[in-house]
């Protein structure tokens, strides 16, 4: 009988694993048709990256290997479909994924030792194909695939109209991963699951609203029998696949089960998902309630760039501001911690507009985690166009990936790459470079907790745009190199300035002080600024001088700054001010606008437990809960 193999490699995260979902989706609805279960074989799932070698050891005979393709695992995919071919040269290779490019078979003329591709969605064309080659004929008819011709020339047969009959059946519930507790008993697996198929949007930079595929709902009685699947098994993380999740009301269903399956059996113990990009009610109760069972680390508002030129030549509308401004408020009325993110270099971005974009953020009131992602091209969205690429002046370079939270002894015998946006006619190379070093000194600085103060009290007290704040904090660094700013500044500013030009180490940071774990560079300047906080609040009254504060006042108001920065080992618990610090940043925080009072404040801080080593700090609070709220808590008393 032929025997059908799946590849769809991953990289293990500490114990962790996750099932090949889209293999397994090809698969069970597969082999629901009793013609291809009678004909043939299902082989295993190869789902670790091992050796190619021993890889390739594990198939036997295969008639066919399926490989479902993406960014973290096309090189590998690549060196074993060649690596099969040349030992089993009438095996067929068939490719799908993200990776195949949706409107070209021009990958069967780079590779090849492949003779399928699959674009767009696999489930159909896939058992269309199974049932095609029983029959030894051409595949002309089976729709959205690519393939070689007698005289070896590619062919591309039409596309699906839409993936109709989404009612696919699950690759949990058809019982495809049931073997995989046993096989591999050390291993933790997550699972992901979908409650929709496809995304309304078509922003420039994402390849998820570049599958045409019309808009699916997924029965929420298989949603649910998924959840269960998970519980019984005591799965602890389950990744929601959809790309707009809270923009139905159907999905707060999904969330109270989640809910209740943990209030009953203590799984998941997490749930994570994209959530609608233009947040809504219904994604702040599905936060809300999902956070009150410890099942998220906060709710996401995104807005990859707030320049209406940007947004513009990438297809995008955000969330107007004033709105914004009242989901931040709900939000932390509630205590649900946020965050949102940027997209760094995209076309029409320049420096000074993402640097004020960070500041509109930061104004808005989230002072919590905000990050900025590389901007990187993937094969089949808008920016990897050549028309459009040359229109907006997008320059790339390929870089080796290097994963932040990942392992620092990178072993894979095949490396991956990116290519990622280092220059567009808006922003050039050394405008990203400054751009990449604002971002890390505000996710360093501001959102891990060790100037935040600070720069609110400046905002607030001297109309100090808080992008200024740190811009000029740069500046001060790079103008003195001796202090500690000075050094990390010049550290990172050589990282920046050589992953630009293509050479040099990644965006990632790693000392075995922290852990055997490569941090982004931000939590990296948290962690080298907190482990001398000494020093960093010694120098910061220089920095301070320019501004014009009363020295008496700067001094404590660096003190009470101090005092809330999260450490290792605590700090001592009780401090005396001349000013009303929390009701100050209580309120600033909350969203009003804050007044110092000057009257005498005995604050207590609430006993902490020391973390034990900085490498248990940084997993701990920088890792895992670099999403979360990073304020202290502290009782006041007057008088």
């Not at 209406?308 to 911690?337: C, D, H, M, T």
Request: hydrophobic share 40%; glycine share 8%.
């Amino acid at each position: 009988m032929r025997t059908i193999y799946f590849v769809q490699a991953g990289y293990l995260f500490g114990d962790n694993a996750y099932f090949p979902y889209a293999s397994g989706c090809l698969a069970a609805y597969a082999w629901d048709d009793p013609v291809i279960r009678d004909s043939y074989r299902l082989g295993h799932f190869t789902f670790l990256r091992k050796p190619v070698a021993q890889a390739l050891d594990s198939f036997e005979q295969p008639f066919m290997v399926a490989f479902s393709n993406y960014v973290w695992n096309y090189e590998y995919h690549k060196a074993l479909a060649k690596a099969i071919k040349e030992r089993w040269p009438g095996c067929l290779i068939l490719f799908g994924g993200h990776q195949v490019l949706g409107n070209s078979s021009r990958q069967l003329e780079e590779l090849p030792f492949v003779d399928f591709l699959i674009h767009q969605a696999g489930e159909i064309p896939f058992r269309q194909l199974l049932l095609a080659l029983l029959d030894g004929g051409a595949p002309d008819a089976v729709p959205s695939l690519s393939y070689r011709a007698a005289d070896g020339s590619a062919l591309r047969t039409k596309d699906m109209a839409s993936c109709e009959g989404g009612d696919f059946p699950s690759p949990y519930l058809t019982g495809l991963f049931d073997d995989f507790f046993t096989e591999y008993p050390a291993l933790l697996f997550a699972m992901t699951i979908e409650t929709n198929r496809g995304c309304p949007y078509s922003c420039a930079y994402c390849d998820w609203g570049a599958v045409k595929n019309a808009f699916q709902e997924v029965p929420m009685e298989r949603v649910k029998a998924e959840i269960d699947w998970a519980t019984q098994r005591h799965i602890e993380v389950i990744m929601g696949a959809d790309g707009n999740f809270g923009a139905f009301e159907r999905d707060e269903e999904v969330a109270d089960y989640l809910v209740e399956s943990r209030r009953r059996t203590g799984y998941p113990k997490k749930f994570n998902v994209s959530y609608a990009k233009n947040s809504n009610e219904t994604v702040f109760r599905i936060n809300r309630k999902l956070h009150a069972q410890g099942l998220n680390s906060g709710a996401t508002l995104a807005f990859q760039s707030l320049s209406p030129v940007a947004l513009e030549n990438i297809g995008r509308k955000n969330l107007e501001l004033e709105r914004f401004r009242e989901l931040v408020s709900l939000y932390n009325q509630a205590g649900v911690p946020m965050y949102s993110d940027l997209i760094l270099g995209l076309p029409g971005e320049t420096l000074e507009s993402f640097a004020r974009g960070i500041g509109t953020l930061l104004a808005a009131g989230m002072h919590g985690s905000l990050e900025a992602f590389p901007c990187e091209v993937l094969p089949n969205a808008e920016l990897a166009d050549p028309a459009y690429r040359q229109k907006h002046g997008i320059e790339a370079i390929r870089v080796r990936q290097f994963y932040k939270f990942g392992s620092p002894e990178n072993k894979d015998e095949i490396p991956e790459y990116s290519e990622i946006v280092c220059q567009t006619n808006t922003m050039p190379a050394k405008d990203w470079v400054a751009a990449n070093l604002l971002s890390i000194f505000v996710q360093g600085l501001h959102a891990l907790g060790l100037l935040p103060c600070v720069a609110i009290f400046l905002y607030w007290e001297r109309q100090l745009p808080y992008e200024k704040f740190y811009l000029n904090l740069m500046e001060y660094a790079g103008a003195n190199p001796r202090t500690l700013m000075g050094e990390l500044y010049s550290f990172f500013e050589k990282r920046c300035l050589d992953f630009s030009k293509g050479k040099g180490e990644s965006l990632v940071y790693y000392h075995p002080r922290f852990g055997e774990v490569t941090w982004p560079l931000g939590p990296a300047l948290f962690l080298c600024a907190a482990y001398e906080f000494e020093r960093l609040y010694e120098e910061l009254p220089d920095f301070l001088r320019q501004y014009g504060l009363d020295a008496d006042l700067a001094s404590q108001l660096i003190r009470f700054q101090r005092a809330m920065v999260h450490l290792p080992e605590p700090l001592p618990s009780t401090q005396t001010y001349e000013y009303d610090f929390p009701a100050y940043f209580d309120a600033a925080y909350a969203g009003r606008r804050p007044s110092l009072q000057k009257w005498r404040a005995t604050v207590v801080f609430p006993a902490q437990a020391p973390s034990g080593s900085w490498a248990d700090f940084a997993r701990e609070y920088v890792w895992f809960g670099r999403k979360k709220a990073t304020r202290k808590r502290c009782d006041v008393h007057y008088g």
